[in-house]
């Protein structure tokens, strides 16, 4: 374990998944987070954005954060569909998740979008969930330690510290397909990451920025992966839409 950890964050990435009443998770949830895991763990949860307003104001009081799944660069404008990390940050969102892999991949969103996403966060007052990590191909090429260094540079902007930034390196082939890095390979790109932070945000900073893991962590393994050296908590897709798996994860922080 690093010496000197941030506080960690377990965030929910629900995806498009949710109705109104899915309001009955958060309320699971907010049960759940007892004193004892609020003094471990910063817990939030990213919903789809019909529900972001709904879930802030339903998380009033018990500080479970809310986040966005993604933001367009601009405050306003004429693009049809989109949404502005000022509109989020005035439903109450806190947290936005920009370059997340579902979003380079369907959306073909590059390292430049994505970084221009997080200075629009940063604009509105949110912190970015910043995404990065590895094809399956690119692992077996070798070239993971490069691809993730390359986002990194590409995607976070200059003006970034550890209360507008927070790191999140997920490997694509491991989002949603129940397989997971081993802990070694997790602490290396981990270790890349924080070494990235340092050139990015300063000696000062680079330690205080979350970095947290995504793909296929789940009750069962959050334990193991949370221990990692500069593992500073997760963010979670298939497991965070069980409120009592989500906070099984989140009670990893427990010890
Ligand atoms: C994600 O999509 O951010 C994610 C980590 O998904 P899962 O936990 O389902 O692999």
Same mark, same amino acid.
């Given at each position: 374990?690093?010496?000197?950890?941030?506080?960690?964050?377990?965030?929910?990435?629900?995806?498009?998944?949710?109705?109104?009443?899915?309001?009955?998770?958060? *309320? /699971?949830?907010? =049960? $759940?987070? @007892?004193?004892?895991?609020?003094? !471990?763990?910063?817990?939030?949860?990213? %919903?789809?954005?019909?529900?972001?307003?709904?879930?802030?104001?339903?998380?009033?009081?018990?500080?479970?954060?809310?986040?966005?799944?993604?933001?367009?660069?601009?405050?306003?404008?004429?693009?049809?569909?989109?949404?502005?990390?000022?509109?989020?940050?005035?439903?109450?969102?806190?947290?936005?998740?920009?370059?997340?892999?579902?979003?380079?991949?369907?959306?073909?969103?590059?390292?430049?979008?994505?970084?221009?996403?997080?200075?629009?966060?940063?604009?509105?007052?949110?912190?970015?969930?910043?995404?990065?990590?590895?094809?399956? *191909? /690119?692992?077996? =090429? $070798?070239? @993971?330690?490069?691809?993730?260094? !390359?986002?990194?540079?590409?995607?976070? %902007?200059?003006?970034?510290?550890?209360?507008?930034?927070?790191?999140?390196?997920?490997?694509?082939?491991?989002?949603?397909?129940?397989?997971?890095?081993?802990?070694?390979?997790?602490?290396?790109?981990?270790?890349?990451?924080?070494?990235?932070?340092?050139?990015?945000?300063?000696?000062?900073?680079?330690?205080?920025?979350?970095?947290?893991?995504?793909?296929?962590?789940?009750?069962?393994?959050?334990?193991?992966?949370?221990?990692?050296?500069?593992?500073?908590?997760?963010?979670?897709?298939?497991?965070?839409?069980?409120?009592?798996?989500?906070?099984?994860?989140?009670?990893?922080?427990?010890?």
């Amino acid at each position: 374990m690093s010496v000197d950890r941030p506080r960690p964050l377990v965030a929910g990435n629900w995806k498009m998944n949710g109705l109104r009443s899915s309001t009955r998770v958060l *309320e /699971e949830i907010h =049960a $759940g987070y @007892t004193p004892g895991l609020k003094a !471990k763990v910063e817990l939030a949860v990213c %919903p789809p954005a019909t529900l972001v307003g709904v879930f802030a104001h339903h998380a009033v009081g018990s500080r479970v954060a809310i986040g966005g799944q993604d933001c367009h660069a601009k405050e306003s404008g004429a693009f049809t569909g989109d949404l502005s990390a000022e509109m989020l940050a005035d439903a109450g969102a806190t947290y936005v998740i920009v370059g997340h892999s579902e979003r380079r991949q369907y959306h073909r969103e590059k390292d430049v979008d994505v970084c221009a996403k997080a200075v629009a966060a940063y604009r509105a007052g949110l912190t970015a969930i910043v995404c990065v990590g590895e094809t399956r *191909e /690119e692992r077996e =090429a $070798g070239k @993971t330690l490069a691809v993730v260094r !390359k986002q990194l540079r590409g995607s976070i %902007p200059v003006d970034s510290n550890s209360h507008n930034l927070v790191v999140a390196y997920e490997p694509v082939w491991a989002i949603g397909t129940g397989l997971t890095p081993t802990v070694a390979d997790v602490a290396e790109v981990h270790a890349l990451v924080r070494d990235e932070l340092r050139r990015l945000v300063g000696k000062a900073e680079a330690p205080r920025v979350r970095i947290l893991y995504g793909g296929s962590v789940k009750p069962s393994n959050a334990a193991e992966l949370m221990a990692v050296d500069n593992v500073d908590g997760a963010l979670v897709g298939g497991a965070s839409l069980v409120a009592a798996d989500f906070l099984a994860i989140a009670g990893a922080y427990l010890g």
